[in-house]
Structure formats: C-alpha cells, structure tokens
C-alpha cells in the first residue's frame, strides 16, 4: 500500500476506508487509475474491514473476490471501503466499493464495486 500512497481514512467495526492519490506511476495508457492498483486498495480495504470484527492476533488471507469495474476511475484520489457483511468462524465475506473523488465541489463517482470471501488464521499457525 506504500507504493500506492494509500492511508487509512477510517476505521469502524467491519468497515474501513482506504485513500491513495491518482498518480501517474499506477494509471494506465488512457491516464486512468489501472483496474490492478483499483483493485488492489478494494481487497486491502475488505481485509483491514475483516481484521475490525477478528480476535486480536489473527491474520487474514483472500479466498475470492470478484471486482466489476463500472467506470474509468478517475478523480484527485480514490476512496476504497471494505464492509463486512458475514463474519463467520473462519470465513468472512465483505462488500468493496471504489470511489473516484475530486477535491472541492467535485461529484464522488462509483468506480468500482465488488464481493470478497477472507479466511482467518491464527497469527501463530503460520
């Protein structure tokens, strides 16, 4: 997430919000936000979303997650939120939406949304 300049911007039980600025070094040849780095925030953001809800010490690895890119993802930064919607013993599975954001009066615009299934680990099982 480093690479990306994402920062968490909020933080709930079963829900988080990631922000990374669009910069050239992840857009693609049209100058929008690639769907890689796109998607990568939505899994990041469902999975900090998942560790809200675990007993603390768990980890968390991605079993799944479907991403249907509804518009070019565009804007002055991207808001990623991760919603749990289950959370089961060893399965939980989260709702992902994108954001493209322009700063000032700008319009927020559904770039992106999706489904996510995370499994828990024991941080000393691994």
Known sequence: MSHLGARITHIGPGRVHLAPPSRPEVSQQHGYVHAGATSAIADTAG??????????????????????????????????????????????????????????????????????TLIRLDAAAQ
């Open 47 to 116: 999975g900090y979303a998942a560790l809200t809800v675990f007993p603390e010490g768990s980890e968390v690895l991605t079993v799944e997650y479907k991403i249907n890119l509804l518009a070019p993802a565009l804007g002055d930064h991207l808001e990623a939120i991760g919603v749990v919607v289950r959370s089961g013993r060893t399965l939980t599975v989260r709702q992902l939406e994108v954001h493209g954001v322009r700063e000032g009066d700008g319009p927020r615009r559904l770039v992106a949304t999706g489904q996510q």
